[in-house]
Structure formats: structure tokens, C-alpha cells
């Protein structure tokens, strides 16, 4: 059964800073999902990681896959306010289920 | 935006009373799934349908049912609601594999 953590839980920083989520996985996921959720709002996706090396970067955020180590990451580059959300990473157990991590609370302060 | 439209949005009712929440889209995409979201818990699956009249268990189905009868419509039902089902339910869809798209969420407190 895939079991996914995130860690940290929660993440206090400030504008400007440097920071990596990171999402670690039980079993094998052939793919890798990220997700950000605004307060009282729906999911984003965010990225989709389909190989062992995978990388994607939008704007000040990045995510890679680690398959051998079932480590994905999520990087932000100087983090600015509109960055805060919770990001949720989520593996693929079998067919069409996701199995989600407990999500990581994202505050960037001014 | 992907057209997803969960009704109601908000819903307060009492423990033992029966509960439908509706899922509808306009994307006439095959797969649709419900997540409950509880904190510490992110989201997990309910229940997901492939098809018309084709629904299967996800890893907290105990109390929940489903229905599709049209592609368009998923209902998730709560025969006799509990206070450990008050939680956020999302519906996601998705054209193949894992959900693409999530609705925004209903709110539903049992009391």
C-alpha cells in the first residue's frame, strides 16, 4: 500500500528565501503529482513527473522525481506572499488513484 | 476553468439523517472521483466512477455510496450521516488516469 509524507508540515519564511518541500513515498509511483490549494479553495495542479530525473519549473517553483530514493521535491526560489498556499504532493497507487501526502502550509511573510 | 459543479456548497445537517451531495460537469470527461479532505489527512478517495453505472471503492468507502447514472452527474450519498463524516468533499474529473480537475469543494458538517 503507498503511503506519502510531506515534510515539513508546516513552513513559516520570509520573502526573498530559499525553500524545498519534500514528499517521500513508500512504494513505487510511476508518477508524481503536485498540487497548491488556496484557503477555502480547490486544488491546482501544479506538475506531473513522469520519470525518474523528471524536472519541471514554473516561475519560482520547482519539482524533480528521485524514483530510486522515492523522493520528490518541491523548491521555491525566492519566495514571494503570493507563494502562500498548502502544496500537496500526491503518488499513484494502481489505476486512477492518487494517493496524497498531508499537505505542507506554506506562509511567506513580507 | 474545467466545468465541475458541486452542489451544495455548504450543508449542515444531523447525525443519522441521509446526505447527497451532487457532482456535475460539462467536460463529458469518462472518469469522476469524490475526496474527502480532513486535516493531517489531505485528500483521500471515496469513491470513483469510469463510466456510466461502472463505480468502484477507494480507501474510505465505509458509509459512503455512489451513483452515475449519466456521464454528466455523480452523486455521493450518505445513508445515515455521522459527526466522523464532517469533512470537505471534492468531486475531480479527469479524460484518462488520475484526476485533472477538482470542483471546489462542499462543506458538509454533521452535528
Known amino acids: 500500500e503507498l503511503k506519502v509524507e510531506q515534510n515539513p508540515l508546516f513552513l513559516s519564511m520570509q520573502e526573498g528565501k530559499n525553500y524545498t518541500i519534500y514528499c517521500n513515498y513508500s512504494?513505487?509511483?510511476?508518477?508524481l503529482y503536485w498540487y497548491r490549494q488556496d484557503p477555502g479553495k480547490s486544488l491546482e495542479s501544479l506538475f506531473v513527473?513522469?520519470?525518474?530525473?523528471a524536472v519541471k519549473q514554473e516561475g519560482r517553483l520547482m519539482a524533480s522525481l528521485d524514483t530510486k530514493a522515492r523522493l520528490s521535491t518541491l523548491h521555491i526560489t525566492a519566495a514571494v506572499h503570493d507563494l502562500s498556499a498548502t502544496y500537496f504532493c500526491?503518488?499513484?497507487?494502481?489505476?486512477?488513484?492518487?494517493?496524497f501526502g498531508q499537505g505542507t502550509r506554506l506562509t511567506i511573510n513580507p | 476553468d474545467a466545468g465541475i459543479t458541486q452542489s451544495p456548497r455548504h450543508k449542515v445537517t444531523e447525525t443519522g439523517t441521509p446526505v447527497t451531495l451532487r457532482c456535475h460537469q460539462t467536460e463529458n470527461h469518462r472518469y469522476m472521483y469524490w475526496y474527502r479532505q480532513d486535516p493531517g489527512h489531505g485528500l483521500r478517495l471515496i469513491h470513483y466512477s469510469y463510466g456510466v453505472k461502472d463505480t468502484d471503492k477507494g480507501e474510505v468507502s465505509d458509509g459512503y455510496s455512489v451513483s452515475r447514472s449519466k456521464t454528466e452527474d455523480f452523486l455521493l450519498t450518505l445513508e445515515s450521516a455521522t459527526s466522523s463524516q464532517t469533512s470537505v468533499y471534492f468531486c475531480?474529473?479527469?479524460?484518462?488516469?488520475?484526476?485533472?480537475?477538482f470542483g471546489d469543494g462542499t462543506r458538509l458538517s454533521i452535528l
Open positions: 513527473l513522469l520519470s525518474n530525473g
Open positions: 500526491a503518488g499513484v497507487q494502481g489505476a486512477q488513484k492518487l494517493v
Open positions: 512504494t513505487t509511483s510511476d508518477r
Open positions: 475531480a474529473i479527469s479524460e484518462t488516469r488520475e484526476p485533472q480537475h
